[in-house]
């Protein structure tokens, strides 16, 4: 068998070749399937039509083709591509995989991924880069489950290029009819989802039908080969350079005082020296002065490219910040509709903060409760609370700062974006912004007279946030209520936020689950940061076992406000207590999702002060938290 | 306001379409950027060969006009071409970057060498010795020039590559990596290793050389050199301490490398093509893949993956 036929110009005239090979393009594509369809087997197809397969490769794939394949004596071409020692074993790709080959015209980076529905994220990582999906059928058995949930997926990534690769024609006998009723089906849900177009094939991995030329076995077929329709469609960082200018500032270059060159990669459109820019999210025009590059200036630059340009005019500008075309820029929001697709073994916390990234930004982001997910197989929209690993939904999104976006639809680089756990740094989930939210747009804050200070002020006093956190049965309440006559003696106007005045109204309508807990401290910390904003001394007696949402709480006021107050008190010594008998009810198991029993307690890391309530009594403790609070009051303004 | 009103900034782009040489290269500069903004300490390892050539030209192009913002790290083994010694120390000089030189104290003292050692001589020199270097000056990210198309598990590996503080790789937990969105975040104790050059395969590597007239050690080029033939393989004396086995005695052959690394674990093939054209003329025409020069591969069918989860680059 001839593995390997070189192009006759490289042996006569290897310089012409060379010519011809540098301007080839680039088209990324990902092939849908499971291993029974033959996607491995099509995949190793193209690698050996394409020449990408040496001798020595051969030799071993026939050797393990023989060892492990599936093909009888005939070379297993599924053997090429499965990669990892445990999934050689196993038989399946878990993971997503990168191939290589090129044609006359065209590279091709591939981008392999399993079929099984457990594994959405990979087929998900593989698409947010492909121009082209190949979605494969078996034949004999039509559209499945399988190919409605990759074909959704591939559209919901912004995928345009969709072919329908009929796979194992060989085994029915190059049947046209049976293809067509295929087509025919697959035509119906395509356009139920929102497909508009796609190309249907009909190929045989194996024996290599309409793979790399038209197959005779085939007469009654007039479309393209697979190999031509890859080489032939259009890329779409092509179609990007016809839209408005967008570049998301990476880096700033600022080797010495005289040069300042802003580095990126260009998202769309193109620029010159000279064209007008608007620096987004300040709004700040001026124009591009250099387009600089190692070797000479350069005259234009697109989409797609990695630049460093200068700017006419010294204005503020740096990573995060988008350079767009001055007449054309990109809206800026800090609330959004978006779809998230869930990668993570844990679930999400809608009201967590966690960070988004987003091109070159990345900024802390509340996702709420899901208005519904997407059950892949049936389409079926279902609501609920949150989202698991392989969940897909569609939820509002709130950022502590504007965002430079754009639609999905429109731009992947300013609608794409990812969801990182602050406290595991895990990708969790990767997102899709469809639109800002009208409120976001359109609300905006009074600018109003009486401002914060000038409450604080009116009353002689610092606004404080005082957060007790601490087991149930602690002393939180105790402490925090002596601590509060104490500042009232002092002439000090304070609030008190505890349980009994919070659980009872605002969050009546919230249980004990750990999306409820995160809620309701949410609220509490919005209610106090309004406080703290009418001037006031808040102290909050909560539980509050999670670090996340007391670093919430945190962010809200303004640095050196808040206080992270510990009454540490050890579990045994609580439990002893039991002032309200809630521990013996827990333990019984009559309440579910019990702190310190059957939820957990995240004790502060860093407190402002700590109270260890086995060492000094209540009215010491709150003695000596006055004391603390006062002792590093600064001086009113 | 100034506007010009006759044409507006997004008019079509008569810009020539895109080549897959230039899209690689936006991709691998960008790759290099995100990790300066967003790593604390990053580091480039720097192997002298074609690989690490282009991806240090790479460096020079996205950060130019000033220098890489990061150091050099050659994790040496005393055992590389005296060639690669010499186009290690100018290259670093003309990309106006430091060079940092580690070879592994242990290794130097127990005299670990390629012909007494076999499989200890790269795990000591190579695979310690990384680890030590990157944990003795900190660096947090570490570039690679490693391409998934060199062998089967690397296709899998992600550009950005998580190491645990032991560098451990775990395959089975990678973070997923969407669109050009990289997360580069880490926990305390772990590092990165960065792969711009992930998605490049060798053929591409070798016309960007020619593209952009790199500098590459003149053992990729054909040239008489003295060699013995040993195993299979055709080494290299390189200097005096190559130790001859009783009947061997180097002969003259006209020779090239196509990957380097330490010259008595390196096979050359015979070869005439002296110039880079004749050398990519003579890859494209060959017939076995590249890595099948370098002994560390032909241990087992998995050994890379192995080797990586233990922490070998």
């Known amino acids: 068998m001839t593995s390997y036929r070189p192009d006759a110009l490289i042996a006569s005239d290897i310089s012409s070749y060379l010519r011809q090979h540098q301007n080839k393009s680039l088209l990324r594509f990902i092939t849908c399937g499971s291993v029974d369809d033959g996607k491995s087997t099509l995949i190793g197809r193209l690698l050996?039509?394409?020449?990408?397969?040496?001798?020595?490769?051969?030799?071993?794939?026939?050797?393990?083709?023989?060892?492990?394949?599936?093909?009888?004596?005939?070379?297993?071409?599924?053997?090429?591509?499965?990669?990892?020692?445990?999934?050689?074993?196993?038989?399946?790709?878990?993971?997503?995989?990168?191939?290589?080959?090129?044609?006359?015209?065209?590279?091709?980076?591939?981008?392999?991924?399993?079929?099984?529905?457990?594994?959405?994220?990979?087929?998900?990582?593989?698409?947010?880069?492909?121009?082209?999906?190949?979605?494969?059928?078996?034949?004999?058995?039509?559209?499945?489950?399988?190919?409605?949930?990759?074909?959704?997926?591939?559209?919901?990534?912004?995928?345009?290029?969709?072919?329908?690769?009929?796979?194992?024609?060989?085994?029915?006998?190059?049947?046209?009819?049976?293809?067509?009723?295929?087509?025919?089906?697959?035509?119906?849900?395509?356009?139920?989802?929102?497909?508009?177009?796609?190309?249907?094939?009909?190929?045989?991995?194996?024996?290599?039908?309409?793979?790399?030329?038209?197959?005779?076995?085939?007469?009654?077929?007039?479309?393209?080969?697979?190999?031509?329709?890859?080489?032939?469609?259009?890329?779409?960082?092509?179609?990007?350079?016809?839209?408005?200018?967008?570049?998301?500032?990476?880096?700033?270059?600022?080797?010495?005082?005289?040069?300042?060159?802003?580095?990126g990669l260009i998202a769309s459109g193109s620029v010159r020296p000279g064209d007008a820019v608007r620096i987004l999210p300040s709004g700040r025009t001026t124009h591009v002065a250099r387009l600089v590059a190692l070797g000479g200036d350069r005259e234009a630059a697109g989409a797609g490219e990695s630049v460093t340009l200068t700017l006419v005019d010294e204005i503020d500008c740096s990573r995060g910040d988008v350079i767009a075309a001055a007449d054309a820029p990109p809206q800026a929001a800090d609330q959004f509709k978006a779809t998230l697709v869930w990668m993570d073994g844990e679930d999400l916390l809608p009201g967590?903060?966690?960070?988004?990234?987003?091109?070159?930004?990345?900024?802390?982001?509340?996702?709420?409760?899901?208005?519904?997910?997407?059950?892949?197989?049936?389409?079926?929209?279902?609501s609920a609370k949150t989202l698991s690993l392989n969940d897909i939904g569609v939820t509002e999104i709130?950022?502590?700062?504007?965002?430079?976006?754009?639609?999905?639809?429109?731009?992947?680089?300013?609608?794409?974006?990812i969801l990182i756990d602050k406290a595991t740094n895990a990708t969790v989930a990767a997102g899709m912004l469809s639109f800002a939210l009208r409120r976001a747009q359109n609300v905006h804050w009074q600018a109003t007279e009486i401002t914060r200070e000038a409450h604080a002020a009116q009353k002689g006093q610092q606004p404080r946030l005082l957060w007790f956190t601490g087991l149930s049965g602690s002393?939180?309440?105790?402490?925090?209520?002596?601590?509060?006559?104490?500042?009232h003696a002092l002439g000090k106007h304070s609030f008190l936020l505890d349980g009994d005045n919070v659980r009872h109204g605002l969050n009546r309508d919230l249980g004990f689950t750990d999306a409820d807990r995160i809620e309701n401290i949410r609220r509490v910390g919005e209610v106090a940061k309004l406080m703290t904003d009418a001037g006031l001394i808040v102290l909050t007696a909560f539980i509050s076992p999670f670090r996340a949402e007391r670093d919430l709480a945190r962010s809200m006021v303004p640095n050196g406000e808040f206080f992270e107050i510990f009454i540490d008190t050890p579990l045994e010594q609580a439990e002893s207590r039991d002032v309200k008998g809630l521990y013996k009810k827990a333990r019984a198991g009559e309440i579910a999702h019990f702190t310190g029993i059957s939820s957990p307690y995240e004790p502060p890391l860093n407190p402002e002060i700590r109270i260890d309530t086995t060492r000094c009594t209540p009215e010491e403790a709150a003695e000596r938290i006055v004391e603390e609070i006062m002792g590093i009051w600064s001086p009113v303004l | 306001m100034l506007q010009s009103p006759a044409v507006p900034a997004h008019s079509a782009s008569?810009?020539?379409?895109?080549?897959?040489?230039?899209?690689?290269?936006?991709?691998?500069?960008?790759?290099?950027?995100?990790?300066?903004?967003?790593?604390?300490?990053?580091?480039?390892?720097?192997?002298?060969?074609?690989?690490?050539?282009?991806?240090?030209?790479?460096?020079?192009?996205?950060?130019?006009?000033?220098?890489?913002?990061?150091?050099?790290?050659?994790v040496d083994t005393t055992w590389k071409f005296q060639a690669m010694y010499a186009l290690r120390d100018r290259a670093a000089q003309a990309a106006g970057m430091d060079l940092i030189?580690?070879?592994?104290?242990?290794?130097?003292?127990?005299?670990?060498?390629?012909?007494?050692?076999?499989?200890?001589?790269?795990?000591l020199w190579k695979t310690e010795g990384l680890k030590q270097a990157l944990d003795q000056y900190g660096?947090?990210?570490?570039?690679?020039?490693?391409?998934?198309?060199?062998?089967?598990?690397?296709?899998?590996?992600?550009?950005?590559?998580?190491?645990?503080?032991?560098?451990?790789?775990?395959?089975?937990?990678?973070?997923?990596?969407?669109?050009?969105?990289?997360?580069?975040?880490?926990?305390?104790?772990?590092?990165?290793?960065?792969?711009?050059?992930?998605?490049?395969?060798?053929?591409?590597?070798?016309?960007?050389?020619?593209?952009?007239?790199?500098?590459?050690?003149?053992?990729?080029?054909?040239?008489?050199?003295?060699?013995?033939?040993?195993?299979?393989?055709?080494?290299?004396?390189?200097?005096?301490?190559?130790?001859?086995?009783?009947?061997?005695?180097?002969?003259?052959?006209?020779?090239?490398?196509?990957?380097?690394?330490?010259?008595?674990?390196?096979?050359?093939?015979?070869?005439?093509?002296?110039?880079?054209?004749?050398?990519?003329?003579?890859?494209?025409?060959?017939?076995?893949?590249?890595?099948?020069?370098?002994a560390i591969d032909h241990d087992q069918a998995a050994s890379m993956e192995k080797k990586k989860q233990e922490g070998y680059f």
């Open chain 1, 48 to 263: 050996y039509d394409s020449k990408m397969i040496f001798e020595d490769q051969l030799a071993s794939l026939e050797a393990d083709s023989r060892r492990l394949g599936t093909q009888g004596q005939e070379i297993d071409f599924a053997l090429l591509v499965d990669g990892l020692a445990a999934e050689r074993e196993q038989g399946i790709t878990i993971d997503v995989a990168y191939r290589f080959f090129a044609t006359e015209k065209r590279k091709f980076i591939v981008a392999d991924t399993p079929g099984h529905e457990q594994y959405t994220r990979n087929m998900v990582t593989g698409a947010s880069t492909a121009d082209l999906a190949v979605i494969l059928i078996d034949a004999r058995k039509g559209v499945l489950t399988q190919t409605r949930r990759h074909s959704y997926l591939c559209h919901l990534l912004g995928i345009r290029h969709i072919v329908l690769a009929v796979n194992k024609m060989d085994l029915i006998g190059y049947d046209q009819q049976a293809y067509a009723n295929i087509v025919a089906d697959y035509a119906a849900f395509a356009q139920s989802i929102g497909i508009a177009a796609f190309t249907p094939i009909p190929i045989s991995g194996f024996k290599g039908d309409n793979i790399a030329a038209r197959s005779g076995a085939m007469p009654w077929f007039d479309g393209p080969a697979l190999l031509d329709h890859l080489e032939s469609v259009e890329v779409e960082v092509e179609a990007a350079r016809t839209q408005p200018f967008r570049m998301p500032v990476q880096w700033v270059n600022r080797p010495d005082l005289d040069f300042r060159g802003f580095a």
């Open chain 1, 352 to 382: 967590r903060a966690y960070w988004l990234k987003l091109a070159t930004q990345t900024v802390s982001a509340v996702v709420r409760v899901p208005e519904h997910v997407v059950d892949i197989n049936t389409l079926a929209k279902t």
């Open chain 1, 398 to 417: 709130a950022t502590d700062r504007p965002l430079v976006f754009a639609p999905y639809a429109d731009s992947q680089d300013l609608g794409g974006f």
């Open chain 1, 475 to 487: 002393g939180k309440s105790t402490i925090a209520n002596l601590v509060e006559k104490k500042l």
């Open chain 2, 14 to 74: 008569s810009l020539p379409a895109l080549t897959h040489l230039e899209r690689l290269e936006a991709e691998s500069i960008h790759i290099l950027r995100e990790v300066v903004a967003e790593a604390e300490r990053p580091v480039m390892l720097y192997s002298v060969g074609k690989d690490s050539a282009v991806m240090l030209h790479l460096a020079r192009k996205a950060f130019y006009p000033a220098p890489p913002p990061f150091p050099l790290l050659h």
């Open chain 2, 101 to 123: 030189v580690h070879q592994n104290p242990d290794a130097l003292a127990k005299g670990i060498n390629p012909f007494d050692h076999g499989g200890l001589h790269t795990d």
């Open chain 2, 139 to 294: 660096f947090d990210a570490a570039f690679g020039g490693a391409r998934r198309d060199e062998e089967k598990s690397r296709a899998k590996e992600r550009v950005f590559s998580f190491r645990t503080a032991s560098h451990r790789w775990d395959p089975k937990n990678q973070r997923p990596e969407l669109w050009r969105v990289y997360n580069a975040r880490k926990n305390k104790g772990e590092s990165i290793r960065v792969f711009p050059l992930s998605n490049w395969t060798e053929l591409d590597i070798w016309q960007y050389i020619l593209a952009e007239q790199i500098e590459i050690v003149p053992l990729y080029f054909a040239a008489p050199r003295p060699t013995v033939e040993r195993d299979g393989m055709l080494l290299m004396v390189d200097d005096a301490r190559f130790r001859l086995r009783p009947g061997e005695a180097p002969v003259e052959r006209s020779v090239r490398f196509r990957t380097l690394g330490c010259y008595p674990l390196t096979g050359a093939v015979e070869s005439e093509a002296a110039t880079l054209e004749q050398v990519i003329q003579e890859m494209l025409l060959t017939t076995t893949s590249e890595r099948q020069g370098r």
